[in-house]
């Protein structure tokens, strides 16, 4: 078993730039894909990115997924945002055929 | 455009049961895993359950297991997750999730 630590809040300004870690506690970071999703208040989640840095058609290109083999870990980062980006954002791996989730992180754009 | 929407929340009593259903559309119910993914008010999200394609291989996390039995009928397009032994614990939103894609979500209360 691992767990997925991300931290509690990032900010940032609108136009900017904003990176999201995701640190495997254990096991290879690259050994399951990653998934990122995004909540909005009073909404079910959404993919804005699977298998690691794959967008779903809808998403736009501001959103993009990595992995860092060095660190263990997977990052979600947006750029230019947009206040209607503010959310909480969870990553999602696997662990044999049950997903592991991330504690989640609250994107504020101020 | 894939669709999932869940049914069958509600209050009930700890101890008593409930049947949650997931209705999918759009896409070959058949052949994906689905999941039972659940989040506490004010809390992130956790994995409750999953079900291969064919039905036969489920899993749980520790939480509920012994409590909880998921299923699914395929000529139906349905998912399943019968609920037993409900504790105050359990109160969240249910969602069902396949292919990445998540429905509406059903609320279960557990409260006396």
């Known amino acids: 078993n691992f767990m997925l630590t991300q931290p509690h809040s990032v900010s940032e300004s609108p136009g900017k730039t904003v990176t999201i870690s995701c640190t495997r506690s254990?096991?290879?970071?690259?050994?399951?894909?990653v998934q990122w999703y995004q909540q909005r208040p009073g909404s079910s989640p959404t993919t804005v990115i699977y298998d690691y840095n794959q967008r779903p058609s809808g998403v736009p290109d501001r959103f993009s997924g990595s992995i860092d083999s060095s660190s263990n870990s997977a990052s979600l980062t947006i750029s230019g945002l947009k206040t209607e980006d503010e959310a909480d954002y969870y990553c999602q791996s696997y662990d044999s055929s049950n997903l592991v989730f991330g504690g989640g992180t609250k994107l504020t754009v101020l | 455009e894939v669709q999932l929407v869940e049914s069958g929340g509600g209050l009930v009593q700890p101890g008593g049961s409930l049947r949650l259903s997931c209705l999918a559309s759009?896409?070959?119910?058949?052949?994906?895993?689905i999941h039972w993914v659940r989040q506490a008010p004010g809390k992130g999200l956790e994995y409750v359950s999953a079900?291969?394609?064919?039905?036969?291989?489920?899993y749980y996390t520790d939480s509920v297991k012994g409590r909880f039995t998921i299923s699914r009928d395929n000529s139906r397009n349905t998912l399943y997750l019968q609920m037993t032994s409900l504790r105050p614990e359990d109160t969240a939103v249910y969602y069902c999730?396949?292919?990445?894609?998540w429905g509406q979500g059903t609320l279960v209360t557990v409260s006396s």
């Open positions: 254990s096991g290879s970071i690259a050994s399951n894909y």
């Open positions: 759009r896409f070959t119910f058949s052949s994906y895993t």
């Open positions: 999730v396949a292919r990445g894609v």
């Open positions: 079900i291969s394609s064919d039905g036969g291989g489920t």
